[in-house]
């Protein structure tokens, strides 16, 4: 199977890489993955992962409920409970940055469609792109969305959405400065573009170090830290507004590694992480355990 090897950081291409940790899939293959770290940005990395065309099996688990819509097991039932309140949540925000009631979205790794519909039941135009056709045919029959593979980012017209979204999507994209590049092209000049990322710098992170779930070998690519994210959009032409907290994220990551370590979630002990992890970013939301970016272009002239 085609590998990635990297001999330089993915987003600032420095030589300068050391290894961390071996960190294994828990939800697919049972395969075991380097992860490493840049010594100048800061960004983590998964190694030897399978390169875009190979990577798809790597999907295919009942358990992965962004492109699977499962109610299997306590923690998915916990994630969908949840999720109802956290879209309207997701699409206030997008409303108060974008300052607009209404206007023209697109969600990319839309998964299944349910932020889309959010949206769409609020007034908004909604486009979707999601490069599981599992996912897509469900998002049509869940919500008669028309959802299109994510390689036709490359062909829309520019300077034309209010808002773009991407839900924990940046962190599994290989063609990653391609896909800034396009972000930014197809982006209204006083558009909003909202990017949502685990964070391995998080105090959940560190307590359960390679069994944390958010590492999620080998679908996450990059494993970004505020600094990493910060280089990566200078890169591009954008820069961060500002930092928002997703609280619901340590307790759910949490539960997750609890089970990958322990080989049984112990509920009180994860969820007494997560609310310590949440505690400890109170104060500073570059150390919760994932990061909404609200990013803009940079100013022409």
Known sequence: MPQVHYNACPVCGSPQIRPVFLVKDYTVSGEVFP???CRSCSLRFT?????QESIGPYYKSEDY???????????????KRVRARTMQQKAVLVERYAQKRTGRL???????GTF???????GWQVAGLEPDADARSMAKQLYNLEVAPSHELY????????????????????????YMDQLKRVLKQSGVLLIAVPNYTSR????????????????????????????????HGLRIEKLLPMWFDSFYVSLLSSKYKY??????????????????????TQECSSVIYVIRKEQKG
């Not at 409920?65 to 994630?79: D, E």
């Not at 697109?106 to 299944?112: A, E, R």
């Not at 300077?159 to 391609?178: G, K, N, R, Y």
């Not at 979630?265 to 104060?283: E, P």
């Open 35 to 37: 992860v490493e770290e």
């Open 47 to 51: 190694q030897d992962v399978p390169d």
């Open 65 to 79: 409920i962004s492109h699977s819509n499962t109610s299997k097991g306590i923690i998915s039932r916990i994630y």
């Open 106 to 112: 697109l969600d990319l790794g839309c998964g299944t």
């Open 116 to 122: 889309l519909d959010t949206m769409k039941n609020r």
């Open 155 to 178: 062909e829309l017209a520019e300077d034309q959405f209010d808002a773009i979204s991407l839900w924990h999507v940046l962190e599994h994209v290989h063609a990653l400065h391609a």
């Open 204 to 235: 959940d992170a560190d307590i359960y170090e390679q069994y944390w779930a958010a590492y999620d070998v080998p679908r996450h690519l990059y494993h970004f830290s505020p600094e990493a994210m910060k280089v990566l959009t200078a890169q």
């Open 263 to 284: 080989g049984t979630t112990r509920y009180i002990g994860a969820g007494l992480h997560g609310l310590s992890s949440n505690i400890n970013a109170a104060g500073n």
